[in-house]
Nanobody
């Protein structure tokens, strides 16, 4: 079983940057794809970004392309989401997720991910 713990959220101003971390334990995550999702108040959870097990393939939702960067350090069993040029509409609880990789493609559906963290709040003020 993989346990995931997010950190790095906070209150920032529009235009600022934040780096979220997702520390994994219980298993080595090199065979797991990792994803970041977010959920704003009153809205459904939405896909943000995903990265494959060895880190050479990534995918982003259009609204964060060129602003967010997903990465991972398998030696540290940790994933990251570097967020820059933050906007008020990025305000949400951000969740880290992991799934056993099928080595075929990255997935945007939350149903594809078996393991979830508890979430970290990101608030961007205008």
């Amino acid at each position: 079983q993989v346990q995931l713990v997010e950190s790095g959220g906070g209150l920032v101003q529009a235009g600022d940057s934040l780096r979220l971390s997702c520390a994994a334990s219980g298993r080595r995550i090199s065979n797991y794809d990792m994803g970041w999702f977010r959920q704003a108040p009153g809205k459904e959870r939405e896909f943000v970004a995903a990265i494959n097990g060895n880190g050479d393939s990534t995918y982003y939702t259009d609204s964060v392309k060129d602003r967010f960067t997903i990465s991972r350090d398998n030696a540290k069993n940790t994933g990251y989401l570097q967020m820059s040029s933050l906007k008020p509409e990025d305000t949400a609880v951000y969740y880290c997720a992991a799934r056993n990789s099928d080595y075929r493609m990255l997935y945007v559906s939350s149903r594809r991910y078996e393991h979830w963290g508890q979430g970290t709040q990101v608030t961007v003020s205008s």
